[in-house]
Structures are given as structure tokens and as C-alpha cells.
């Protein structure tokens, strides 16, 4: 069984930052390529960042790239997404997946079986 827990959401103007955790309170992460994903009232849940298992490659949706950095801490069992020069159209609950991939990343939702509860992030103008 693997919870994940995200923390780090909040409140930020825009041009802001912010950097969300996402901490697995049991079960194993290490091995596995992990998805930050985002919902926005209204929207379906849609792909954000991913890394794989060992942290050499990731992935990010086009909207997000060269603003946010997806990484992990394999001693804390612990992924993060670094978050700048946040836009209103950031606004959503941000959430953290684990997939059942050991070699590489996944842009796909349907790789994901294991879901956090999810951050809120505001971003306002």
C-alpha cells in the first residue's frame, strides 16, 4: 500500500513561487517514476512533470517548461515540483502519482495507480 502525502500549496501572487512536496508515508517510491498532475475547476486532471525512478530524466507539459523543475530525494522518499514565474492559469490542485514504470518517465494518467489527496495552488493577478 503506498500513501503520498503533498504539501507546499498555498496563495502566491503572480510572478511568484512555490514548492510542493510530496512525501510517501508508506510503501516504496524510490523505484518508480513519479507524475506531478493538475486539475483546475472545471477540467480534467492533466499532466504537469515526471521523473524517473532514478532521477535522471523528466518530462514537462509544454506550458510548464522552463518554469518548473520536477526532482526527487531518494534518502527522504520524497518528490518535489519547483514552482516560478507562477501564472493565474497555474491555479489547480496539484497533485503527486506514482506509476508502476521503473525505466523511464510517463506523461500518460493512465500509468499512475497510486494518488496523493492533492495541494491547493492559487496563483492571483
Known amino acids: 500500500q503506498v500513501q503520498l502525502v503533498e504539501s507546499g500549496g498555498g496563495l502566491v501572487q503572480a510572478g511568484g513561487s512555490l514548492r510542493l512536496s510530496c512525501a510517501a508515508s508508506?510503501?516504496?517510491?524510490?523505484?518508480?517514476?513519479m507524475g506531478w498532475f493538475r486539475q483546475a475547476p472545471g477540467q480534467e486532471r492533466e499532466f504537469v512533470a515526471t521523473i524517473s525512478g532514478n532521477g535522471i530524466s523528466t518530462a514537462y507539459a509544454d506550458s510548464v517548461k522552463g518554469r518548473f523543475t520536477i526532482s526527487r530525494d531518494r534518502a527522504k522518499n520524497t518528490v518535489y515540483l519547483q514552482m516560478d514565474s507562477l501564472k493565474p492559469e497555474d491555479t489547480g490542485v496539484y497533485f503527486c502519482?506514482?506509476?508502476?514504470?521503473?525505466?523511464?518517465?510517463?506523461?500518460?494518467?493512465?500509468?499512475?495507480?497510486?494518488w496523493g489527496q492533492g495541494a491547493q495552488v492559487t496563483v492571483s493577478s
Open positions: 508508506t510503501g516504496i517510491i524510490n523505484t518508480y517514476a
Open positions: 502519482a506514482r506509476s508502476g514504470i521503473i525505466y523511464g518517465t510517463s506523461r500518460n494518467i493512465h500509468e499512475y495507480g497510486h
